[in-house]
């Protein structure tokens, strides 16, 4: 049973557009999430993260949502530009249980210049 | 300051073979983890450990061997590769998972084909 889904495997957007990646989890027990951002042939690296306890987190063109009565959560990249494609992973952590990330299966961001 | 560190890049390796693959860090992190990457299939976690001579089994540990004798050090074993095993693997590291802000730090990876 997949806990971190991101239902669309690709996504293409205009440059300077806006991006919308969207996660969704299964256990009411996340109370921390995070992004990460995957070029080929290197290791993940993080991007923005947010707890429970907030419904929005912004980092520069960078803003993550939280829904908790949905258990969704989306990324939004404004403007996007062509840097910004990559596979992004959404991740989901009971911080309170010190349990391991869970990640979900990721997002191909294509940026179009 | 190297941060996540693997090696070997790239392997090649037959099936029944045995092989380690290294990960160490720099920044003092208590907790280190791998996942394997597969097409389609995200990160998924293999084996975790909290500390030294503490570890914990993931999502997919079959067929993997973890220990940590170190806090730097967190080399993973292959006991007889398989096909299956064919993968992109990726150690990370952090702080306590309960320590917030929390992020993980992964390394570059190590490409293994198994033949």
């Known amino acids: 049973d997949q806990q971190v889904k991101q239902n669309s495997p690709s996504l293409s957007v205009q440059e300077g557009r806006i991006s919308i990646l969207n996660c969704d989890y299964t256990?009411?027990?996340?109370?921390?999430f995070l992004w990460y951002k995957k070029y080929p042939a290197e290791g993940p690296t993080f991007l923005i993260s947010?707890?429970?306890?907030?419904d929005k987190n912004e980092d520069g063109r960078f803003t993550v949502f939280l829904n908790k009565s949905a258990k969704h959560l989306s990324l939004h990249i404004v403007p996007s530009q062509p840097g910004d494609s990559a596979v992004y992973f959404c991740a989901a952590s009971e911080v309170s249980g010190n349990t391991p990330l869970v990640f979900g299966k990721g997002t191909r961001l294509s940026v179009i210049a | 300051n190297a941060g996540v560190t693997q090696t070997p890049k790239f392997q090649v390796l037959k099936t029944g073979q045995s092989m380690t693959l290294q990960c160490a860090q720099d920044m003092n992190h208590e907790y280190m983890s791998w996942y394997r990457q597969d097409p389609g299939m995200g990160l998924r976690l293999i084996h975790y450990s909290v500390g030294a001579g503490i570890t914990d089994q993931g999502e997919v540990p079959n067929g993997y061997n973890v220990s940590r004798s170190t806090t730097e050090d967190f080399p993973l074993r292959l006991l007889s590769a398989a096909p299956s095993q064919t993968s992109v693997y990726f150690c990370?590291?952090?702080?306590?998972?309960?320590?917030?802000?929390?992020?993980?730090?992964f390394g570059p990876g190590t490409r293994l084909t198994v033949t």
């Open positions: 947010i707890s429970s306890i907030k």
């Open positions: 990370a590291s952090s702080g306590l998972l309960a320590e917030l802000p929390y992020e993980q730090y």
């Open positions: 256990n009411s027990m996340f109370d921390y």
